[in-house]
């Protein structure tokens, strides 16, 4: 008889708990439709049979069509009333809560608080059940959640979220788990506790892999990707959304397929890519319509909203924003109607109706539920309108509360790797606050903000940040001592779209000047990389980008640097890719910069100020060594130069005094084991990678660890782990400076780890390095440190002396000037 039954598959009339466990197996798994067949067959066979379980599949039927964004088919389906038999039951509870979720994706605001109301009412009826919560139980919670999170109750969704659990943990309902965590990760989000967001989500991830739950995948999966687009990690969340677009079609998630369409669009407009940020909108907006989801919708007409003003599309951007208000305001959906009115009040300041404008800014501005970004962006906005209108002193006040605002919300974020990108959100900020405090001729008050928002997070890490931002406000580096204490000439840049600003300190003097907007310099900046990457010689044949950069950054301010006097830049977007020792300088025939000064790359006043190098005390062990590894693999082969520049460096030290590992011992695992902080000097010879997405990814590649055969890089946030007190670190690495510039961080890879690491100095190359050139270069900069040179003139001498020596190949800038030298922390 056993036997027998086991060959058969179980009907919902006979077995009604193993068919529903096998509708929820489907729903886990992503199979909507299926599961959406087997609940509507088994509630319409149970109907006269048994009435409580033809309502359980009724309400999972009911679920797996909210999920597909049918939400009039789930009205339709939870029209009818449970039995008054069932009163006692958690059915009528679980409807009510489904339809109150209904109504809120229609846009019906009354009929979803009335159903509100009847939960709440039916809820405290049946508190006797919240001792011994039933699955359902926790069904109806994770749903009532959901109504007040799309309500933008995100207080009141997080106090069921949570309770929903410590609900799932005790009955061990795994899949449970992971909704809620996702659940938690949503309201963190829209809440902008990053941090905890992103936790959330990943712990979501994790129990979700465990029950192959793809839906809850492609949620996190998407959740991701929104906490990347919200610090400003647009090329990563541009990944994560197209993989939860394409996932969340394969499973029939219509609602999750709009959101992640139009935040496609979002990543790509971030991006530049206007044309086709729109055509990504208009796809949400028709699919929200269709399925008549209101809060897509809106989402989408605030889009394009945005984005037609950023064309000059003025009417029909007007039109857009006004559908949003239309609809949010019907609907309800109070931040939703922030967002457009926010967008109607730029439009009518590009229409000069400043009153209008300045009246939305207001009250949105007196509104107690704005987010973070949300404020600063009004605050911001309101300083620009009152810089149209002359008013100096209001103009003044709410640039300085719009940049407060920023910053005590970076504060809140702790993880390094998330602080780094959210600074691209300032850059408007403080661009347009320096640009009218320069206007106004207040060029050291200007000096003093543009610096305050420079190297934030590397001050961070290296202990040195005010942990109040107020604080650090009202202090000012005083920018000549610095100079004057490092015997140089500083030089700070910032470029933006309008034009751009260098001042030059002098030991005695602070100048400043303007320059031409970022997009002209920008074009020199990559025609003159182009060329030195090409392997041209720009002093014989392509020397006109080189001139013009030359004349742009250096040649105001040339009358205040002596003749072979150190010079530390402090760059600003792509020049923190360029080599300034390359440019064109005139004067005694055409020659390269570094002939005329000594060049290093700094970060910010503030760390300038506390660069001491006189006072570095000496580390017991003076070099350590790790290159010439093992090719872990065909992409990364065997360097033939590697020995012989392991061999030029070793021979500058006695060979108590350092520690070499080459070859099988050239592991990842010997950098953190040989106590890297007893070091002055640390060495690097190996392929390198920089990681544009994720720059803390970036890693020297060593040997592969036979234990592990994973394990053969040297990642930059495992490098920022291990403190350091060395004068220098050496990376004599393809692409050891980074590939991605970050706002008020520069060029973030490598060397930046190990700047935030503690090394005073680091040498990094912007492209890639020459097998053949390097151990040369590595060798005279080498012998200048062991004679007692400091690392900037050591640097300077080993490139002069390729430079000026060598008459084949090696003059050429593509083998030279690839290495940079980093300073000033």
Known sequence: MLSALSGCHPDAVTHPEIVYDKVEKLIIHGSLEEAHKKAQTASAQLFQVSPEWAWKFRLTDARVLLRESKNKEALSLLSEAPPSYLADKEIPLARTVLQAWAYTSLGLPKDADQALQTADFLSRNQSSLEDDPSPLRSQIYNAWGTVYLNRGDLVRADEIFRRNLQIANKQNDQYLVARTLLNLSVVALQRERFDEALDRAEAAVRVAKKIDARSLLEKSQGNIAW??????????????????????????????????????????????????????????????????????????????????????????????????????????????????????????????????????????????????????????????????????????????????????????????????????????????????????????????WLDLGRARTLEEGLGMASPDFRAAAKKSPDATAIARRLHSTILIYSLTSKESYLWAVSPSETHFFKLPREAEIDAHVRNYQRTILSSRDPLTDAYVDGMALYRILVEPAASLIPKGSPVFIIPDGSLSTLNFDTLLAPG?????????????????????????????????????????????????????????????????????????????????????????????????????????????????????????????????????????????????????????????????????????????????????????????IMDHMYAELAAGRPPDAALRDAKLSMLKNSQNVFRKPLYWATFQLYGGA
């Not at 103009?395 to 940049?403: F, G, K, L, T, V």
């Not at 020995?643 to 070793?650: P, Q, S, T, W």
């Open 227 to 448: 906490d990347d687009y919200k610090l400003g990690n647009f090329e990563e969340a541009l990944v994560g959304f197209r993989t939860a677009e394409q996932e969340a079609t394969s499973l029939g998630e219509v609602s999750d397929r709009m959101e992640w369409l139009n935040d496609i669009g979002l990543s790509l407009y971030r991006m530049g890519n206007l044309q086709e940020a729109e055509t990504y909108y208009r796809k949400a907006l028709q699919l929200a319509q269709d399925f008549q989801n209101v809060q897509r919708e809106i989402e989408a007409h605030v889009a394009l909203a945005d984005l037609l003003l950023q064309l000059g599309n003025i009417d029909l951007s007007a039109e857009e924003a006004e559908k949003a208000i239309r609809i949010a305001h019907s609907s309800g959906r109070v931040a939703d109607e922030m967002d457009a009115l926010f967008l109607k009040s730029m439009i009518a300041a590009h229409r000069q109706n400043t009153e209008e404008s300045r009246q939305i800014l207001t009250n949105l501005d007196k509104n107690p539920t704005m987010t973070p970004s949300q404020k600063w962006q009004v605050e911001g906005a309101l300083a620009n309108l009152y810089v149209r209108t002359d008013n100096v002193p209001l103009a003044d006040e709410w640039y300085r509360r719009s940049i407060t605002t920023f910053e005590t919300q970076r504060e809140t974020i702790k993880k390094e790797e998330s602080r780094l990108p959210f600074a691209i959100h300032a850059d408007r900020l403080y661009d347009d606050y320096v640009s009218f405090l320069v206007d106004h001729k207040r060029t050291d008050e200007a000096l003093q």
């Open 588 to 776: 005694g025939g055409i020659h390269y910069w570094i002939e005329d000064a000594t060049i290093t790359n700094a970060s910010s006043l503030k760390l300038l100020a506390a660069f001491h190098p006189e006072k570095h005390v000496k580390n017991p062990k003076k070099l350590l060594l790790i290159g010439n590894p093992i090719s872990p693999d065909e992409k990364f082969p065997n360097l033939p130069g590697a020995a012989a520049e392991v061999i030029n460096v070793a021979r500058h030290f006695q060979p108590a005094d350092e520690s070499v590992f080459v070859q099988k011992q050239a592991l990842p695992s010997a950098y953190a084991n040989s106590a890297p902080g007893d070091y002055s000097l640390i060495h690097f010879v190996a392929h390198g990678t920089s990681s544009s997405a994720s720059p803390l990814d970036s890693a020297i590649v060593l040997t592969r660890n036979p234990a592990n055969p994973d394990s053969f890089k040297l990642y930059a946030r495992d490098v920022i782990q291990h403190p350091l007190h060395a004068d220098l670190v050496a990376i004599s690495a393809c692409y050891g400076s980074g590939s991605r510039v970050y706002g008020g961080e520069g060029l973030v890879g490598l060397s930046w780890a190990f700047l935030r690491a503690g090394s005073h100095y680091v040498v990094g190359s912007l492209w890639q390095v020459s097998d053949s050139a390097a151990p040369q």
